[in-house]
């Protein structure tokens, strides 16, 4: 980013925001993909990297291409593009961690070959069989 606009964007930042050419981007200022009500902190956070370089992280809301809102965490660091400084600008998408600890649980116990479960997982459910009648047995 340099004075507030796009120079340059990797694929992952476009796919983000829904963009499919680079082209599409440059120029286009970074504020227009921020959310109407956290537009005033996105300055205000700009502003102050800009000053002491101390706060390099927001978590706001972005927009995407379609309209779309999502939750985003921007991070910021000094950068050269062309030989001129500029500001590197990282946005990625806030997951919710409930979806990716339980999409996590589901892959470790899996045989990423078989897709079928593994001996971890039988013990886990031998377990909690074992358990319940014990449990039941009181």
């Not at 050269?80 to 998408?93: F, S």
């Not at 990716?100 to 593994?118: A, F, I, M, W």
Request: hydrophobic share 35%; charged share 25%.
């Amino acid at each position: 980013v340099h004075d507030g606009m796009h120079i340059y964007a990797n694929r992952s930042y476009m796919a983000l925001f829904g963009y499919e050419d680079a082209e599409e981007l440059e120029g286009l200022p970074v504020i227009d993909l921020i959310a109407s009500c956290d537009q005033g902190a996105f300055k205000d956070f700009l502003k102050g990297y800009q000053n002491d370089q101390r706060q390099t992280e927001l978590v706001c809301t972005g927009v995407k291409l379609d309209g779309q809102d999502f939750k985003a965490r921007i991070s910021l660091s000094a950068a050269t593009y062309d030989g001129e400084p500029c500001i590197q600008v990282v946005i990625r998408g806030e997951v919710d961690n409930a979806e990716l600890e339980e999409k996590l649980r589901e892959v470790s116990s899996q045989d990423p070959v078989t897709g079928l479960y593994n001996r971890s997982h039988f013990l886990d459910l031998m377990d909690a069989a074992v358990q319940q009648a014990v449990t039941a047995r009181k």
